[in-house]
Nanobody, 125 residues
Framework: QVQLVESGGGLVQAGGSLRLSCAAS????????MGWFRQAPGKEREFVAA????????YYADSVKGRFTVSRDNAKNTVYLQMSSLEPEDTAVYYC??????????????????WGRGTQVTVSS
């Protein structure tokens, strides 16, 4: 079982930046997929970004493309989500998720087997 702990959330003004971190512990595999999802009050949890497999292929939701960047440090077993040009619509709890497989489509929540508890991001206008 893989344990995930997110950090780095907080309150920021519109136009500002935050960097989220997700530290993984337990038995992880280099072929894995690490995803970021978010859930705003009253809304479904939605895909934000993912980094996949040994090639570190990256995927983004259209709403964050060009503003968010996902990356990872394998030596630290940590995945990052750099968020820039934040908008009030980005306000949500952000979750990281793990799948041991190299997913062809990392946008689907159902393929992930481990989830963190989330970190709150609030963007004020």
């Amino acid at each position: 079982q893989v344990q995930l702990v997110e950090s780095g959330g907080g309150l920021v003004q519109a136009g500002g930046s935050l960097r989220l971190s997700c530290a993984a512990s337990g038995r992880t595999f280099s072929t894995n997929t690490m995803g970021w999802f978010r859930q705003a009050p009253g809304k479904e949890r939605e895909f934000v970004a993912a980094i996949v497999g040994r090639a570190d292929s990256t995927y983004y939701a259209d709403s964050v493309k060009g503003r968010f960047t996902v990356s990872r440090d394998n030596a630290k077993n940590t995945v990052y989500l750099q968020m820039s040009s934040l908008e009030p619509e980005d306000t949500a709890v952000y979750y990281c998720a793990y799948c041991l497989l190299t997913l062809a489509d990392p946008r689907s929540r159902s393929r992930y087997t481990s989830w963190g508890r989330g970190t709150q991001v609030t963007v004020s206008s």
